[in-house]
């Protein structure tokens, strides 16, 4: 579902592995609990390998949004592709997702951008 790349005490950085679908949206969800301990008050997900998001997937994204928020937290993301950022864009998401541009990740989160990952 995703790899874990850092987890540092105030940030989470996952990479996701398969698309979020309705199959494997739950268990993307409590793999996310299971991994948001502690204080993580920054989640990034690198969406680099991910070419699909349906409903469900979203609707999973939203919630861990949600669950950050009220935490005071913030979500990230980073790597969509140019089909994936219209969807998002025409869904409205960029209004709740924060997304990354290279620039902002080079200074914020340089261990995204390991030629390794992508």
Known sequence: M????SSKSDTLIL?????????N???FYE??????????????VDFRRIRFVDSSGVGMLLKCAHQLRQREGSFYIYG???SLL????LAGLLKIFQLLDDDQTRADFPELLDE???
């Open 2 to 5: 995703f790899n874990i790349l």
């Open 15 to 23: 990479q996701l592995t398969s698309d979020l679908k309705m199959e």
């Open 25 to 27: 949206a739950p268990e």
């Open 31 to 44: 793999t996310f609990q299971e991994v948001l301990v502690g204080d993580h008050q920054r989640v990034v």
């Open 80 to 82: 969509l592709s140019k």
């Open 86 to 89: 219209s969807v998002f864009k």
């Open 116 to 118: 390794n990952l992508a």
